[in-house]
C-alpha cells in the first residue's frame, strides 16, 4: 500500500516511537510492507474503524522497517513479526496488542476486542 493510501486512512507516523507516549487516546497499527498479512489487515482495519465511526487520526501507522526503534521498545520486545500488529494506547501506554493478519479467519474477533479496549480507554 503506498504511502498517500496510508497518509489518507491514517496518520503515518514521520516521528520516533517518543510519539506512542504522547497519544492520550488511540490506536496504532503496525505496518510491514512486505508482508502480505500486514497488508491484508491493514484494509480491514480501517475498515472496521470507518463503520464504528472512530476518526481516522485516531489511527496511527508505523512503518516497521522505518521504525526499527520499535523492536527495542520493553512492552514490543519479541512481540513484532510483521503480521499487522495493531495496539491500543491509552495516556501514552500500550493497554491492549494484537496481532490481525496472523490468524485471518479471527480478524473480527481480534478488531472487536481492539474496540472494546478503545472505548473503555
Same mark, same amino acid.
Given at each position: ?52 465511526? =472512530?476518526?481516522?487520526?485516531? /489511527?496511527?501507522?508505523? +512503518?516497521?522497517?522505518?521504525?526499527? @526503534?520499535?523492536? #527495542?521498545?520493553?512492552?514490543? !520486545? ?15 501506554? =500500550?493497554?491492549?496488542?494484537? /496481532?490481525?493478519?496472523? +490468524?485471518?479467519?479471527?480478524?473480527? @474477533?481480534?478488531? #472487536?476486542?481492539?474496540?472494546? !479496549?478503545?472505548?473503555?480507554?
Amino acid at each position: 500500500m503506498a504511502v498517500a493510501q496510508l497518509e489518507s486512512l491514517g496518520s503515518i507516523a514521520r516521528m520516533d516511537t517518543t510519539s506512542i507516549s504522547s497519544i492520550q487516546r488511540g490506536i496504532v497499527y503496525l505496518m510491514a510492507t512486505w508482508s502480505g498479512g500486514a497488508q491484508w489487515a491493514f484494509p480491514k482495519l480501517v475498515s472496521f474503524l470507518q463503520q464504528h465511526d =472512530i476518526p481516522s487520526e485516531q /489511527l496511527h501507522v508505523f +512503518d516497521v522497517d522505518q521504525h526499527r @526503534e520499535l523492536y #527495542d521498545l520493553p512492552q514490543l !520486545v519479541g512481540k513484532i513479526h510483521g503480521w499487522g500488529e495493531a495496539m491500543v494506547v491509552k495516556d501514552g501506554r =500500550i493497554a491492549f496488542f494484537t /496481532l490481525l493478519g496472523k +490468524d485471518q479467519h479471527l480478524i473480527q @474477533e481480534h478488531c #472487536d476486542e481492539l474496540l472494546r !479496549v478503545y472505548a473503555a480507554a
